[in-house]
Nanobody
Framework: QVQLVESGGGLVQAGGSLRLSCAAS????????MGWFRQAPGKEREFVAA????????DYADSVKSRFTISRDNAKNTVFLQMNSLEPEDTAVYYC????????????????????WGQGTQVTVSS
């Protein structure tokens, strides 16, 4: 079965950086798009970033554009989220996710397509 394991979360001061990683297993990683979502206390889970299976196309939430970068290493079955200029509002549990289906090489599927989720990693940004 599909397994997603996030790592790299922690406590950081505002303005700092963190790099999240998500290791995937259970199916051919390079066949599937990947995404990052987050959920802050008392709020619904929201989309953060996604990347096509080839890595050539990406999508970001407006709130993180120009600060966060999603990337992937298909040889290592891993997707990354580089987070710079972190703000207290970025505090949340961050989840890695992947769709059930296979999409085009350069296509980033919508949030509704994501079916498999990791356990999450906590990111806390202090002011």
């Amino acid at each position: 079965q599909v397994q997603l394991v996030e790592s790299g979360g922690g406590l950081v001061q505002a303005g700092g950086s963190l790099r999240l990683s998500c290791a995937a297993s259970g199916r051919t990683f390079s066949y599937y798009a990947m995404g990052w979502f987050r959920q802050a206390p008392g709020k619904e889970r929201e989309f953060v970033a996604a990347i096509s299976k080839s890595g050539s196309s990406t999508d970001y939430a407006d709130s993180v554009k120009s600060r966060f970068t999603i990337s992937r290493d298909n040889a290592k079955n891993t997707v990354f989220l580089q987070m710079n200029s972190l703000e207290p509002e970025d505090t949340a549990v961050y989840y890695c996710a992947t769709p059930r289906g296979i999409y085009g090489s350069n296509y980033v599927p919508p949030s509704s397509a994501y079916a498999y989720w990791g356990q999450g990693t906590q990111v806390t940004v202090s002011s």
